[in-house]
């Protein structure tokens, strides 16, 4: 694309099209205001111009370096033969038409009464949820945790935090499931861990060593061992204010996109992939069938993680979201976790519980052998129609389905206002996303959590 590309050329690329669209509905205005023909056949500068009292300068050079990210279009996938999830005649993969139902474990049931929600306390109620009709239970994080953040800072990413029980209580709920007929994922956070992880102590501890690599840590001690005056870049949180803290200890700035207890990890590091593939794989062995992905389309941050653009900071309401919400590896790191951490090896030993046949009348059957690919749904804030179908419906396949809550923002308003729902708004959002999906691909429709 060339460096001052029409309108309608940045509108036909699908990143540009959603980042188009999500600035219409940041400033409340309708798609029809760019997809026309006179705004179409507009130089991107021009426009850019004319707008600059509302996206302020820099807006085009923003735009077209995230398109500069992803310069190709895949091909939309075609089913094959051979092909795990949607094979020419055989049956449809099992996400295609499942009821995943979602599980806070710390309210839903204290089976010892002290007060918090357990893991077994969800295996007393597995009962009611098969006659509910659901095919997959889905928990919010269970995994050690400091609680920072319930639980989505985590500190272990193998052992259960004590409030909800043991490995075996989750053993137990896992085997509970498939015996049920019933699926289980859990909500995996790779994002970033929590500082009280051990990786992120090493690398405090000799941030020139391996694991210093495993996050962003940046600059170094100012006069006196204090942090220099500003940090690394102007990135705000998602929790409000800097998104760089200051490590004392380890003489350096980290990023934290989330809570200043939440280190983002760096996926640029090839032993950070490995580390979180073996994760995955660990849990597969022990009989989960897949994970939520917790805003998973933040692990790609661009090089050198240059400054936001305070034009669309003050639109968005995040300074430097363009540089990772879409990051220029982002397809490929994810296909490169289906391949090494979700996809069953041949040399795999068998899982240790698997989900049993559930046939049409109701009734189940033997255990099935494991799915060959865990189910990965990732959450995508920010990722709109187009850039979803890229990371689903192209190959190398990336993600089965992605879930985000931009349903709930109107234009004009995010879902963190206060406002009441408009049903048609509601309505046209899915008829339209629904009416641009091809054959087999498929959106996580949510209704509650």
């Known amino acids: 694309m060339n460096s001052n590309p029409s309108i309608g050329e940045i509108y036909a690329h699908p990143v540009g099209r959603d980042a188009i669209d999500k600035l219409l509905l940041q400033l409340g205005r309708d798609r029809r205001w760019v997809d026309n023909p006179l705004i179409r056949r507009l130089p991107l500068r021009a426009v850019a111009l004319l707008a600059r ?103 272990d990413y193998r052992a259960v935090a004590a409030e909800f029980g043991t490995l075996a209580d989750l053993d137990a709920l896992i085997a509970g499931c498939h015996d ?57 949180s998602f929790f409000g204010g800097s998104a760089w803290r200051w490590i004392p200890e380890a003489g350096r700035w980290t990023l934290h996109l989330f809570a200043p207890s939440q280190m983002d990890l760096d996926w640029d590091a090839p032993a950070v992939r490995a580390e979180v593939a073996d994760i995955v794989r660990w849990w597969r062995g022990r009989g989960i069938d897949g994970f939520r992905l917790d805003v998973i389309n933040y692990i790609s941050k661009r090089t050198g993680l240059p400054g936001g653009n305070p034009g669309i900071g003050k639109l968005i309401g995040f300074t430097g979201v363009e540089h990772y919400f879409f990051g220029p590896h982002l397809h490929a790191y994810l296909s490169e976790l289906r391949r090494n951490g979700f996809t069953r090896a041949d040399a ?50 990336a993600l089965d389905l992605t879930f985000n809550f931009d349903v709930l923002d109107e234009p004009g308003r995010v879902r963190w206002d206060d406002y009441r729902l408009n049903l048609a708004y509601l309505k046209g959002y899915y008829i339209d996303y629904l009416g641009r999906l091809g054959a087999g691909e498929r959106i996580a429709l949510f209704f509650d959590n």
């Open 180 to 236: 049920r007929g019933m699926r289980i994922i859990l909500d995996l956070v790779v994002n970033h861990t929590s500082a009280e992880h051990p990786w992120f102590r090493a690398a405090c501890e000799d941030p020139d060593g391996p694991y210093g690599d495993y996050y962003f840590l940046r600059g170094g001690p100012g006069t006196s061992g204090n942090p220099p005056s500003e940090p690394p870049n102007n990135w705000t």
């Open 348 to 397: 795999d030993p068998p899982a240790s519980s698997t989900v049993r046949e559930r046939r049409a009348d109701g009734s189940l059957g033997d255990p099935l052998p494991q799915d060959s690919v865990g189910v990965m749904v990732g959450e995508t804030p920010g990722v709109g129609v187009e850039m979803g179908r890229l990371l689903t419906a192209h190959e190398p396949r």
């Open 53 to 155: 009292p509302v996206l302020g300068p820099g807006f085009a050079d923003s735009l077209l370096q995230l398109l500069g990210d992803h310069p190709g279009t895949p091909a939309p996938r075609l089913p094959t033969e051979n092909d795990t999830h949607a094979s020419v005649d055989g049956p449809a993969p099992w996400w295609h038409s499942a009821v995943f139902y979602q599980v806070y474990p710390r309210s839903f049931v204290d089976s010892n009464a002290d007060g918090v929600g357990d893991i077994p306390g969800i295996t007393s109620r597995l009962d009611y949820l098969a006659a509910l009709g659901v095919d997959c239970l889905w928990l919010s994080p269970i995994f050690d945790s400091p609680g920072d953040d319930a639980g989505y800072d985590i500190r």
